[in-house]
């Protein structure tokens, strides 16, 4: 099969377009024929050697795809050639207590596709079985892909941990990016007056035909003194934040009595110093999130089937121009989603 293969950290001259063997499938295995993989930051980061997720070499990047089931290893009764699917970025073994309790995300032994094991970024991939998740009919493997993290990410952040309701408000950062996107659209839907922040005014454009309501150029103003002249001084009622450094700080101080700040993201900085004072006067709570269930992803799926979410795709890739793709996404000049095409 063809794939993006990783022989060493660098930049993306590292990544070759090769013949390599395809997978050969076990006993619970399902082979994966790939028909989009999503271009994620963590790959990025991986490829890099910065994501603290040190993986073996030769190595193939890729946290999520969607496609159809080339093959299935003896055991494997709930999936059939020809299904069509998209393999969960968080591998659990399936046995532990969290796995029991349907807590996959938190997995004792959890691992992740294209980190800890060869990912998308192929004609094939292989998982377990009991890792996938079927598409709806009406979604295509690309806008299958492009929705499946941001919004099962961003639903996780907002809905199950966020616990955002109607009526309240919420602040969405970083609003052009992959989950930025699709967390604007979460919170509307969920009913919220949302405020969503960006590098540039086009960005903030389109985060307004996605649902924003209020918006914020993080370049011209600074985020936490913008949000509260526009709640009246109050502050947001919960606040999704992926960047890190002094993104998390202004969302912080944008935060109102009583609010949730949850993050799923540091790349613009992991370490921070916060002052715990304000968190205790204005009793606001953290909270550290990012991994989906399949429960989660298979909604999110089915709404963006139902067309009540819509997922956001920049630009397409031939899998072979799978440097191009990170390049654009180093460059941040984009809007949604990279995906590329085997």
Not at 100 to 112: P, Y
Not at 133 to 141: F, G
Not at 142 to 147: F, G, L, T
Not at 217 to 226: D, L
Request: charged letters at 20%.
């Amino acid at each position: 099969m063809k794939a993006i293969v990783l022989h060493r950290n660098g930049g993306t001259e590292q990544m070759k377009y090769q013949d390599i063997p395809t997978p050969k499938v076990g006993r619970g295995d399902v082979l994966v024929r790939v028909r989009a993989a999503g271009v994620n930051h963590v790959d990025i980061d991986i490829r890099n050697g910065i994501s603290g997720m040190e993986g073996n070499f030769p190595h193939i990047l890729g946290v999520d795809a969607a496609g159809d089931v080339a093959e299935v290893g003896a055991g494997v009764t709930q999936w059939k050639k020809g299904d069509r699917v998209a393999p969960h970025f968080i591998l659990s073994c399936g046995t532990c207590p969290n796995c029991v309790r349907g807590m996959e995300n938190i997995c004792h032994a959890f691992g992740i596709l294209g980190a800890t094991q060869w990912g998308t970024y192929a004609e094939y991939v292989k998982v377990k079985a009991h890792h996938l998740v079927r598409i709806p009919d009406k979604l295509s493997y690309d806008q299958a892909v492009s929705a499946y993290v941001p919004f099962a990410t961003a639903w996780e952040a907002l809905i199950t941990v966020g616990k955002l309701s109607a009526g309240e408000t919420c602040l969405v950062n970083a609003a052009g990016s992959g989950v930025g996107s699709a967390g604007v659209q979460v919170a509307k839907l969920a009913g919220a007056t949302v405020i969503a922040t960006a590098g540039s005014d086009d960005k903030l454009a389109r985060a307004r035909k996605l649902g924003a309501d209020y918006t914020i150029n993080y370049n011209k103003k600074k985020v936490g003194n913008a949000v509260l002249k526009l709640t009246g001084g109050l502050g947001v009622d919960c606040a999704l934040d992926m960047v890190g450094g002094d993104s998390l700080l202004e969302s912080i101080k944008a935060l109102a009595q009583g609010a949730r700040l949850v993050t799923v993201g540091a790349h613009a900085g992991e370490k921070v110093e916060v002052d715990f004072i304000e968190f205790f006067r204005k009793h606001i709570s953290l909270h550290g999130c990012g991994r989906s269930t399949r429960a989660i992803a298979a909604n999110v799926l089915e709404l963006a089937a139902q067309g009540k979410l819509k997922p956001v795709i920049h630009k397409k890739f031939p899998l072979k121009k799978a440097a191009e793709a990170h390049r654009l996404m180093e460059s941040r000049k984009f809007f949604g989603r990279m995906v590329l095409n085997p």
